[in-house]
């Protein structure tokens, strides 16, 4: 009954910046945390930012100083901004939240975006 849609995905030359949004919809009593995960060809799915409902944020030391997540909590929406990308920023992008559905579920979830692709050029 949760969904999460991302968008903003594409093909970029190194340098240059996408933004990455990420809607989620359904019944939802509070989300705690949302973030994003990347996964390369041929590597595990790593961790690239998360974000807490109080605003406190984390970042893969890889993107530290060029990605910024956000969060509207008022939409359900998490935001990355990417900027200086670089070619090994290549992967699909998937967001995560971490979901509490009261009154039809005691304990929060993990629910997951479809993934978005993105592509950096050199």
């Known amino acids: 009954q949760v969904q999460l849609v991302e968008s903003g995905g594409g093909l970029v030359q190194a340098g240059g910046s996408l933004r990455l949004s990420c809607a989620a919809s359904?019944?939802?009593?509070?989300?705690?945390?949302m973030g994003w995960y990347r996964q390369a060809p041929g590597k595990q799915r790593e961790l690239v930012a998360a974000?807490?409902?109080?605003?406190?944020?984390n970042y893969a030391d890889s993107v530290k100083g060029r990605f910024t997540i956000s969060r509207d909590n008022a939409k359900n929406t998490v935001y990355l901004q990417m900027n200086s990308l670089k070619p090994e920023d290549t992967a699909v992008y998937y967001c995560?939240?971490?979901?509490?559905?009261?009154?039809?579920?005691?304990?929060?979830?993990?629910?997951w975006g479809q993934g978005t692709q993105v592509t950096v050029s050199s």
């Open positions: 359904g019944t939802i009593f509070r989300i705690n945390v």
């Open positions: 995560q939240a971490q979901i509490l559905r009261l009154p039809y579920s005691a304990r929060s979830y993990d629910y």
């Open positions: 974000i807490t409902s109080g605003g406190s944020s």
